[in-house]
């Protein structure tokens, strides 16, 4: 009875894997990028992608406001990292007092910000910044040239608030749309 399972079943497993990896390899390859975040009490970490091939790390000081982003340099470039960009008010941009406990998110996106091309002026990712008590989010950007960066020379520049909003105690958008009469009550 095993010799008639395997006959029957087991051979038309083994067709189906091997289509599948047939398939599967003639398939364009999508590369996958992830992002990652962790976080204390005080201090803040995310990754964020600056180019195609290129991640910067964002690091936040909730304590002082100071937020910077770096990223490692291919070798033979001294120390690793090659782009240091710093932004020191970001307590100021909330509008919040460092002493009445604010409490802090912080997570990358993917912003298109320049066209699609990471070598006009700003990489791939934003940074978005949120204090939790006064419901005020910023968010940041880093000045990215493929062209500067490939010249293997230190970077050291400041990073770009590109907005700013509040998502508590705001009135909500008022929008002119109009269902049409056709799919009403239906």
Known sequence: MGY???????????AAVAVGILIGGLLPRTP?????TDRTDTFMMATGMLDQNLEAVFLFDCLT???????LQKPPYPGGFGGVWRYNNV????????SKNPKFLMVTGVADLEGGTA????GYS???IVELTSGTMVAYA??????????????Q?????IGKMRFRNTPPLRMNFQVPPASRGK
Not at 4 to 14: A, D
Not at 119 to 122: A, D
């Open 4 to 14: 008639r399972f395997f006959r029957r079943y087991g051979l038309w497993s083994v």
């Open 32 to 36: 996958i990028h992830a992002t990652a």
């Open 65 to 71: 406001g100071d937020l910077m982003a770096t990223a």
């Open 91 to 98: 307590l100021g941009d909330l509008g919040v007092d460092p």
């Open 119 to 122: 070598s006009n002026n700003l």
């Open 126 to 128: 934003a940074l978005y």
């Open 142 to 155: 880093v000045p990215y040239k493929r062209s500067l960066w490939n010249t293997r020379r230190p970077i």
């Open 157 to 161: 520049e400041n990073l770009i608030l």
